[in-house]
Nanobody
Framework: QVQLVESGGGLVQAGGSLRLSCAAS????????MGWFRQAPGKVREIVGQ????????YYAESVKGRCTISRDMAKNTVYLQMNSLKPEDTAVYYC???????????WGQGTQVTVSS
């Protein structure tokens, strides 16, 4: 099992930026990919993007493409989500998740709140 702790959320004005961090511990050697998800009030959880742990390849949802960048620091077992040009519709609880070798996200952090004011 992998333990994940997110940080970096907060309140920001529209057009601003935030960088979220996700520190991983535990069985991190089995991690195939790390993902960022978000859930807004009354909505289902959706993927923001993901990064493969070894090769660093990334995927982004269309709603954030061009505004968000996911990166990783393998030495620190940490994944980052840099969010720029934030919009009120980006307001949500953001979660990081870890996927095993088969690609299923099975470990989740507790979430961090991001609120974007207009």
């Amino acid at each position: 099992q992998v333990q994940l702790v997110e940080s970096g959320g907060g309140l920001v004005q529209a057009g601003g930026s935030l960088r979220l961090s996700c520190a991983a511990s535990g069985r991190t050697f089995s991690t195939g990919a790390m993902g960022w998800f978000r859930q807004a009030p009354g909505k289902v959880r959706e993927i923001v993007g993901q990064i493969t742990w070894s090769g660093g390849g990334t995927y982004y949802a269309e709603s954030v493409k061009g505004r968000c960048t996911i990166s990783r620091d393998m030495a620190k077992n940490t994944v980052y989500l840099q969010m720029n040009s934030l919009k009120p519709e980006d307001t949500a609880v953001y979660y990081c998740a870890s996927a095993g070798p088969l690609g299923q996200f099975d470990s989740w952090g507790q979430g961090t709140q991001v609120t974007v004011s207009s």
